[in-house]
């Protein structure tokens, strides 16, 4: 296996949850990290652990609606480590409701955020692969773009649309460029806390108190996929807690 030791990972949405604890994972195994999310003091607080442990991390307040904001992280990659490996798009946002509550604002931001966030992180870090010759994106998807359930249409259609995208990226990437999409199962995040529907939040807080897995879980998924060799490209990974159906 190809170590994950040197190589430079940015990641998206890297202040909690999945984020934060792929952050914190691939710098036990020696990557160099930097960190992108709106809050900052979040950032600093992982960055600041990472580096007392003795690794590498750099932050960046980063809006994933603002492709110049995406742009500004890979350029800090290149920056202050030379390069840029690994982009993890991780940024997403689940504010679900029923269809009939009408809360066209949100699905506009789950747009905005889960697909527009996803392209921006692409056009930002594709011409840097294309130049270095090697590259790879992975993807936080969700077990949700496999079975769609009441009150998740909208979440649920953004996330068949970034697994349409990273497979139609995927076929465009060629040999030196691989794509990986990772779709979690329920995860003990705080994904729950977005709904602003009552009784939907309450529904999902309690399916995640009942059956999920913690972060890591997630995060050894990427790290697995990240540490191939070259020549091998893991496309998707669907990762559940064993007592989801």
Request: proline residues 4%.
């Amino acid at each position: 296996m190809t170590s994950i030791k040197g190589k430079v990972v940015a990641i998206t949405g890297a202040s909690s949850g999945i984020g934060e604890a792929t952050a914190l994972l691939l710098a036990e195994r020696g990557a160099r990290l930097v960190l992108g999310a709106r809050r900052t003091e979040r950032l600093e607080a992982l960055a600041g652990r990472i580096e007392r442990a003795g690794g590498e991390a750099v932050h960046l307040r980063t809006d994933v609606t603002r492709g110049e904001d995406l742009r500004a992280l890979v350029a800090l990659a290149e920056e202050r480590f030379g390069r840029l490996d690994v982009l993890v798009s991780n940024a997403g946002v689940g504010t679900i409701s029923p269809l009939d509550d009408l809360r066209t604002d949100e699905w506009d931001h789950m747009v905005d955020v889960n697909i527009k966030g996803l392209l921006h992180g692409i056009g930002a870090a594709l011409p840097v692969f294309r130049a270095q010759g090697s590259g790879q994106f992975v993807v936080t998807g969700s077990t949700a773009a496999y079975r769609i359930v009441p009150a998740m249409a909208v979440y649920a259609g953004t996330k068949v649309a970034v697994r349409a995208i990273c497979e139609g990226l995927r076929q465009e990437a060629g040999p030196a460029l691989r794509v990986t999409t990772v779709a979690p199962g329920v995860t003990a995040t705080d994904f729950a806390d977005a709904s602003t529907n009552e009784r939907v939040r309450a529904d999902i807080s309690r399916m995640r108190d009942e059956l999920a897995f913690p972060p890591v879980s997630i995060a050894r998924a990427i790290a697995f996929a990240i540490e191939q060799p070259a020549d091998v490209d893991v496309n998707e990974m669907v990762v559940r807690p064993t007592a989801q159906s």
